[in-house]
């Protein structure tokens, strides 16, 4: 059998398969057992744990530029260039290629934004 550059595409597509298989008999397998639904369980947002892909510390959240970026609605851009005219949070650096923001000192940002006056019709 010859090699392709095919080859990773279906090793790809092999993996999908699998997966979804296991996923069919565990579906399956919930079905037959009668648990009633099959929706996944839901809890309330103060119950949910902080993101996995963000680091805690004394519960002080360190979220990633992308988080940060959600809960301003500024783009990655802005936020570096108004860093860099001191009017943004600065990250915290943990490592040569990881930097980090308290999210404390986001939401003291984002408490500290101006108010516009009312809206005139």
Same mark, same amino acid.
């Given at each position: @059998? ?31 057992? !009668?648990? !009633? ?5 839901? *809890? ?26 959600? @809960? ?10 108004? @860093?860099?005219? /001191? ?5 915290? *650096? ?5 930097? *980090?923001? *308290? ?13 516009? /006056?009312?809206?005139?019709?």
């Amino acid at each position: @059998m010859t090699q392709s550059a095919d080859d990773p595409l279906i090793a790809f597509v092999r993996a999908l398969a699998r997966r979804q298989a296991r996923i069919d008999v565990a579906l399956e397998a919930q079905r037959q057992s !009668g648990r !009633g639904s099959l929706q996944p369980e839901t *809890r309330p947002l103060d119950e949910l744990p902080a993101s996995s892909h963000s680091f805690q510390v004394r519960g002080e959240r360190l979220l990633k530029l992308r988080e940060v970026v959600w @809960m301003t609605s500024l783009g990655s851009s802005t936020i570096y260039r108004r @860093m860099k005219a /001191g009017k943004f949070p600065k990250p915290k *650096r943990l490592s040569e290629a990881c930097v *980090r923001w *308290r999210e404390s000192e986001i939401e003291k940002w984002m408490r500290e934004l101006p108010t516009t /006056g009312s809206v005139n019709k």
